[in-house]
């Protein structure tokens, strides 16, 4: 049978993905928990890729992302490389890093998942230009925004646990930055992840949750729900709140698969407060198995243990 997914919440351990400081408050990052949690890659050991280009505050911050993914189908081993470019007006950030996984099979229907991701965060502001940018106005971005070129190390680890159809996960990123231009250099970033899959028949519900929090933005929390039919078209709604989980804004979640190894998904989201237009931001991308595209034998845990779902 097939799936549920019920994401709502996750603690247990520690990782990151690669997004900017600003990152989790705008972007979907349902839309691929291994940027966020490098553990959760080691559900499939295909060679996959995700393609990202979103526009977020209503067109002054954009960023371009991608991960490439593959793992070792007799050794429970999975490496990957990532990348994720951001402009905000004069600043220009570059994450590029490398991750690996494990994962460990507990009994015919549970496994444990560890990651681990290390890389740079690049920095490089351009003062040549005009001045009123995004980051002067403290209602676009309450975070620190680097006015001056330089290179943070980033590193991370990540857990997630799967027992038939629930899967938990919990990550924890470091960016080890400047201490000359920042006053507290060691940024933490915290992701909280929790889903349960159970299929109806050709009808997939998939209740989730996601928390997210930061040193110096504070959390957010991701309530929402999304519908599939037959692993071939997905919509639904999240809602995202403050520490209170007071509105601050709704976004809608699509995904269509376009062929046999590639699925399309885009999502708009849209704020709910006094803020609501700076809240204005859209995704789209791409993600692909060359697994299936080869037409090569394919192993995703997900597919293994869907029959214990009920």
Known sequence: MKKINLIILLMMSCTIGLFAQSDFQY????????????????????????????NRLSGQMNS????????????HLGFGVQGDFNDYGLRKQSIIGVDAN????LSCNSYLLFGMFAGYDLWRYDQSGVINDVGTDPNLYTGNLQENNTNNFITSFGLTYMYKGFRLGSSFRWNLRNKEYVDNK???TYYGHIEYDIM???????????LMWNQELGANADLGIMFAYNKVFTIGALYRGTNTLKPKSLAVLADLT?????????????GLSSLSSIRNSWEIGLRFNLNKALNKKSFDKRETIRNFSY
Not at 64 to 75: E, N, R, S, T, W
Not at 102 to 105: G, I, N, Q, S, T
Request: net charge positive; no cysteine.
């Open 27 to 54: 972007a979907q990052v349902v839309n691929n928990l291994g940027w966020v949690n490098p553990s959760y890659y080691g559900i499939s050991r295909d060679i996959t890729g995700t393609f990202v280009y979103a």
């Open 64 to 75: 371009k992302a991608f991960d490439i993914h593959g793992g070792l189908p007799y050794q």
């Open 102 to 105: 494990v994962d460990l099979k």
């Open 186 to 188: 060691n940024l933490l």
């Open 200 to 210: 109806i028949n050709k009808l997939m519900i998939r209740p989730l949750g996601l």
């Open 258 to 270: 376009i062929a046999k190894s590639a699925t399309l998904f885009l999502d708009y989201e849209f």
